[in-house]
């Protein structure tokens, strides 16, 4: 297991935590994981849980300096896409 700078365990977070500091709601995260357009997760057991980088990275790969940059990638909504559609939002046009 990896260990934070202050040499503490890497604390994971439930789906509640996690939608909290993403800023969504609980469904809503869960949705994004169904369709995977969602953050990273693992399974312990029957628990979901999400590491706070995994959190971080998503929210940064929607990050954008204007409404014309495409960005590193598009955080799609959390609804039901084609391949196609997934991959355009891993790779968008520059």
């Known amino acids: 297991m990896s260990t934070t700078v202050a040499g503490l365990p890497q604390r994971y977070l ?3 935590e996690a ?3 993403v800023g969504l709601s609980i469904r809503t995260l869960e949705k994004h994981r169904i369709y995977g357009t969602g953050p990273r997760y ?3 057991g029957g628990r979901v849980v999400y590491r706070l980088e995994d959190l971080q990275a998503w929210v940064e790969s929607g990050a954008k300096a204007s409404t014309s940059d495409p ?3 598009t955080v799609l909504p959390a609804k039901r896409h084609t391949a ?3 991959a355009r939002a891993a790779h968008p046009r520059r």
Request: charged residues 35%.
């Open 19 to 21: 939608a909290r500091i």
């Open 71 to 73: 960005g590193r990638s």
């Open 42 to 44: 693992s399974k312990l």
């Open 14 to 16: 439930r789906t509640p």
């Open 84 to 86: 196609d559609a997934l």
